[in-house]
């Protein structure tokens, strides 16, 4: 299946991983980009050495693309940002702010530069400070969200930009990759799914959560301050928005969630961690390898739009 974006970033099938922070290791996105898509190590908020490390990691076990997601905020930002030029990567995807002061010296060193985007203004700005391409993400993926859904979203952006459009949010099977390219988009980024593979470092007790998460399961705490974030519920979710309701500071509410992620991912802490997951987390039932998981997706999305090679 080639789309602009198979082309652009070199990849089998038009399915790109999520950048979790924490989740998305080199021992994933080397599985998916076997697998034959865009395997991403996440870099989070950790220092620009430790994201080496990764990288060096990823390319002794693969020889196909590789890509990298910068939070802007992170305070290495600028220190990964050379890493992911100096090392090679073929692809950086960004979030959390403008990637414009990196363009030229990733356009250098031939990388491909795909923000992640949560509404048109900003797929646009992107367009004009020399992005490749533009993930456009529904409120319905897990982790840090916006406020429009994917499939209001993607064909807006679509519409808006001419560089190729990836959908994110919400997409964790055949018909979800179906979907994107029918609305405009010529890949998916797919997030939970993925945190379940076989291939994934992450806590048993963390899959766990999402194998048995059904549609109703995530909650998005964050909105009095402006930091949405969709979690599957657990008591640090209910603790946390009660005191949202009762008006507590921005402060206070950071605390309650400082290291919340690690705690999930690392330790298995179901109670206090946070457990991101997107709202298709009802969906996902089992584990499986990044390939099967792949092949699968492949397979119903060519069936459901009339492709039998």
Known sequence: MKTRITELLGIQYPII???????????????????????IIGAGGAP????????????????KPIGVNIMLMNPEADGIAEVAA???????TTGAGNPAKYAAMWKEAGIRVVPV??????????????????????????????????????????DAVKIPVIAAGGIADGRGLAASLMLGAEAVQIGTRFVVAAESM???NYKKKILAAKDIDSEVTGLSHGHPVRQIRNQMTREYLKLEKEGAGFE?????????????????????????????????NKE?????????????????????N
Do not use: N
């Not at 991983?17 to 395997?39: C, F, K, P, T």
């Not at 499986?288 to 739009?305: T, Y």
């Open 288 to 308: 499986q390898s990044c390939k099967e998981i792949i092949e699968d997706i492949m397979r119903q999305g060519k069936a459901l739009l009339g492709e039998r």
């Open 48 to 63: 620009a050495k430790f994201v080496q490390e990764q990288v060096r990691k990823a390319r002794e076990m693969t020889d």
């Open 117 to 158: 985007v949560a509404s048109v203004a900003m797929a646009k700005m992107m367009e004009r400070a020399g992005a490749d391409a533009i993930i456009a993400e529904g409120m319905e993926s897990g982790g840090h969200i916006g406020s429009t859904t994917t499939m209001a979203l993607v064909p807006q952006v679509v």
């Open 17 to 39: 991983q999520g950048g979790m922070a924490w989740v998305a290791d080199y021992h994933l996105a080397v599985a998916v980009s076997e697998a034959g898509g865009l395997g």
């Open 252 to 284: 206070q509410l950071e605390q309650m969630t400082l290291g919340a992620l690690r705690k999930a991912v690392v330790d298995g802490d179901t109670v206090h961690g946070s457990l991101m997951a997107g709202q298709i987390a009802g969906l996902v």
């Open 202 to 204: 992450v806590h048993e």
């Open 86 to 92: 100096r090392e090679g990567v073929e692809v950086v």
